[in-house]
């Protein structure tokens, strides 16, 4: 079983970075996908970032492509999230996912799930 754990989150301001990071333990993650989503307050979650064990894939909302960006340490089962000019938009709790499958509708999750962190970001 996959337990993922996120870290990182805190409370910021506009135009500040922040880097989240997602460990994963109880399995090698070499078959897997690691990602990120994200829930704000009364919206729907909603995909930011995927990236592939080979790195192969990799992708980030077109929406924050300019501003965010996913790295991965294969050797420590990790993944990152960089977030840098953040806006208060961007507050919610991040998610780390694993398995994530890419469809019609773009990328869904998949069925492992970190408890998420929090981000706030304030004007």
């Known amino acids: 079983q996959v337990q993922l754990m996120e870290s990182g989150g805190g409370a910021v301001e506009v135009g500040e970075s922040l880097r989240l990071s997602c460990a994963a333990t109880?399995?090698?993650?070499?078959?897997?996908?690691m990602g990120w989503f994200r829930q704000a307050p009364g919206k729907e979650r909603e995909f930011v970032a995927v990236k592939s064990y080979f790195g192969g894939v990799a992708d980030v909302a077109d929406s924050l492509k300019d501003r965010f960006s996913i790295d991965r340490d294969n050797a420590a089962d990790t993944v990152y999230l960089q977030m840098s000019n953040l806006k208060p938009e961007d507050t919610a709790v991040y998610y780390c996912?694993?398995?994530?499958?890419?469809?019609?509708?773009?990328w869904g999750p998949g069925e492992f799930w970190g408890r998420g962190t929090q981000v706030t970001v304030s004007s």
């Open positions: 109880g399995r090698q993650m070499n078959s897997y996908s």
């Open positions: 996912n694993a398995n994530l499958v890419y469809t019609a509708a773009g």
